[in-house]
């Protein structure tokens, strides 16, 4: 499978044979920081990058439903490892699609870390980096699509607004502690989906961000909620789909998703 970015990484990026991600796998992040570089004191910025794809893992945008009582904080700090100047971390399990590479190329792409980077190596089950993330100027998709039969009617009515309302139907009126949970999972998504995530090539990802109220309205059997200053990828809005996805699957089902 071609996997390619729209960016030109100032760093290169291996990955091993597929699946990267996923039930049964582990994988190995790597990054190589340039040499002279504090290794201590530029950690904290690369692991908030890995923090931000974990989060979008979390909430299934990135196409997979994450396993029971799955959380990336965990395993960031128990397994997180220096070697010269290599960060190390062993991720278990992460939910995301073989297609989120972007996702990841994206966030590192950004200039608060970008220059410090010599290279990102992806590695499952401990095999060898012996693929390249390429660039792709257009490629086919930019980001993870929406998966396959969601189980709800969707549809994203989007002609590059800036300002959008997100609607969802449940197919039950949910208590007040189940909507809590909803607008809890809305707002981690919206705040990982927002820092760089989807950029939007050759854009400065940090650039390609969106506002989102902090707040939803619940009226008539619908959730409103209102994404405001929309500049990144359209992709996104496909993950915020696929974050229904797992909400349906997991916390509440749903009837409708409107995005427009």
Known sequence: MRIATA???????????LPLWGAGVLTTVKL??????????????????????????????????????????????????VFGRTLE?????????????????SLYAAEDVSADLERIDLS????????????????????????PMPGFHW?????GEEDMRVLLRPLRIPSASLRAEIEKVLLLWAHA???????VA????LKCSFGFEPQVDWF??????????????????DGLVNVVAAMHERLCPMAECLIG
């Not at 549809?155 to 002609?159: E, L, V």
């Open 7 to 17: 960016y030109r990484l100032p760093f290169a990026f291996g990955f091993s044979a």
């Open 32 to 81: 190589t920081l340039r040499a002279g570089l504090d290794v201590e004191a530029t950690r904290p910025a690369m692991q908030m990058k890995l923090m931000t794809f974990g989060v979008l893992c979390a909430t299934g945008a990135l196409g997979q439903v994450p396993p029971e009582g799955f959380e990336p904080v965990t395993p960031l700090f128990d397994s997180a490892r």
């Open 89 to 105: 971390w062993i991720l278990p399990q992460w939910p995301a699609a073989t297609d989120s590479l972007p996702v990841l190329a």
């Open 124 to 147: 499952a089950r401990g095999e060898p980096t012996i693929f390249t993330l390429e660039h792709e100027n257009n490629p086919a998709r930019a980001y993870p699509g929406v998966r």
């Open 155 to 159: 549809k994203i009515d989007n002609a």
């Open 193 to 199: 989906a927002s820092s760089g995530a989807y950029g």
């Open 202 to 205: 050759p854009v400065e990802p």
């Open 220 to 237: 008539d059997g619908y959730m409103a909620w209102h994404l405001k200053r929309f500049r990144a990828h359209p992709d996104a809005l």
